[in-house]
């Protein structure tokens, strides 16, 4: 039998593969972790302004560590290293940045707390009580006045019947220092201090020592002055708000005042 000339043999087709199969098998998604890090590193900058917000800062560079893994272990699934890499960067720079900021300001706070402390022992040893007094109202205050004016203005202020428990307890602490001969006064430490609202506060510990005599006879005792600062000019200036005389160490808790304490005090000179 005679075979067709023609008939060409038959050509296997196979089908094209389409681009869109070729698209999904390509598509890797964003770790989510890698996202949250990112967004956490962002809100991060927030923690100039509060601890709280250094948690942020742990959250930003641990989920991008998580997301670093799981994209090494699994890249054909997961992306955006780049995203986690700037998540904890951003994390790491504001959280270092914050904690550091803060320390140094503590550390300058406490040192000029510290040194008006110091000086202010001077004042009471060898000054009078207007100058103890004079340094009991804010520099703005005290601005071009001299200190038998400011205890004069202070002195009136008193109610009857109602001692000023301040110039009370500088008196006293002068009387114990003028008492006899070898009593002296000294600036131990500062047993606490901070920010009260946006105005620095110190609490300063002063042992006072000598022979002691028939109205002081303890050989050793202690007062506190608490202080308070502001910006003034562009530099931290302070003064004393409070005196306690004698006094117990450690025994003084500082109590944060209220906004509405805040306002009523902003009439007074101290």
């Known amino acids: ?110 040192r000029g707390a510290g040194h008006f402390a110091s000086q202010y022992a001077d004042v009471l040893k060898k000054g009078s009580i207007e100058d103890a007094v004079f340094y009991t109202v804010s520099p703005l205050a005290r601005e071009g006045k001299k200190p038998a004016e400011i205890y004069k203005e202070i002195s009136a202020q008193a109610q009857p019947g109602m001692p000023n428990e301040q110039l009370a307890a500088l008196r006293n602490l002068q009387d114990r220092l003028s008492s006899g001969p070898g009593e002296a006064i000294v600036f131990e430490r500062l047993e606490g201090h901070g920010l009260d609202g946006m105005n620095p506060y110190a609490s300063a510990l002063y042992r006072l020592q000598g022979p002691g005599n028939q109205k002081f006879p303890e050989k050793e005792q202690y007062a506190l002055i608490f202080i308070k600062g502001a910006t003034i000019k562009g530099r931290t200036q302070w003064w004393v708000e409070n005196s306690k005389f004698p006094y117990e160490p450690a025994s003084y808790v500082h109590k944060q005042k209220s906004t509405t304490e805040e306002g009523q005090g902003q009439g007074h000179a101290h």
């Open 1 to 110: 039998m005679a075979l067709d000339q023609d008939q060409k043999p038959s050509v296997s087709i196979s089908a094209p593969i389409s681009g869109i199969d070729n698209e999904i098998a390509a598509y890797r998604a964003i770790s989510p972790a890698a996202i949250l890090s990112l967004l956490c590193g962002l809100v991060a900058v927030l923690c100039f302004t509060s601890w709280f917000f250094l948690a942020f800062t742990v959250a930003a560079i641990v989920l991008g560590l998580s997301a670093e893994r799981r994209i090494r272990r699994d890249p054909e699934i997961w992306t955006g290293r780049k995203m986690a890499q700037a998540g904890m960067a951003l994390g790491l720079v504001f959280g270092l940045a914050a904690v550091t900021s803060t320390l140094v300001q503590d550390f300058l706070r406490s």
